[in-house]
């Protein structure tokens, strides 16, 4: 093993990130309007919590329904903390 990776194996920075017990349910929606990110803005929907404390999340079209786009302007991976944020704004 390398210098530089025992040395961050002693601080503790190489390790996975370990899985958490999901917080929010699938279907859960917020909405998000702040930030610099223009593609962020609007309402996302929770639609995979299978790997918490990351959450698989699309874009809601102003019709009420789910975009099937394939990019990252319409489907991301949140981090549960970002979610907490949006909803704490709402």
Known sequence: MSAS???YASMGWSQPLAKEDPVFKVGQRFTINY????????VWEIVDNNDSPHYLCVKVLKSGKLSKGKDLNCK???YV?????????Q
Do not use: M, P, V
Request: charged fraction near 20%; proline fraction near 0%; glycine fraction near 8%.
């Open 5 to 7: 990776k025992e040395l």
């Open 35 to 42: 930030g610099c990110q223009k593609n962020l803005f609007g």
């Open 76 to 78: 991301r991976l949140f």
């Open 81 to 89: 903390s970002c979610i907490k944020q949006a909803l704490a704004t």
